[in-house]
């Protein structure tokens, strides 16, 4: 649960330290599209490509923990099995015995 509410800080804070360098700076740019160009004032900009990066690399890491979660659950399944043969082989053994 820590783990979660310093992650939770973490994020609040670089967010926080991104709109208040983005506020100073009022410049308007040209921004290129492929197809078009738009102005955009310099703090949006930086505003929007930040929280484009974050929500990309929060897509990403997501993706990576459901695959690795997925993995988990295959090979917990996969050692329950297991453990059921190992258990037959033993109560075999016994009753041979």
């Known amino acids: 649960m820590i783990k979660y509410i310093l992650g939770f800080i973490l994020v609040v804070a670089i967010v926080l330290v ?19 160009q738009t102005e955009f004032r310099l703090s949006t900009l930086v505003a929007l490509l930040f929280g484009l990066g974050l929500i990309l690399g929060w897509l990403i890491t997501g993706f ?34």
């Open 18 to 36: 991104a709109v208040t360098i983005g506020a100073n700076n009022d410049q308007i740019i040209a921004f290129n599209y492929i197809f078009a």
């Open 64 to 97: 990576f923990y459901l695959k690795l979660k997925v993995k988990n659950m295959s090979l917990a399944r996969k050692i329950k099995r297991q453990e059921l043969q190992i258990s037959e082989l033993f109560s075999r053994d016994k009753a041979t015995q």
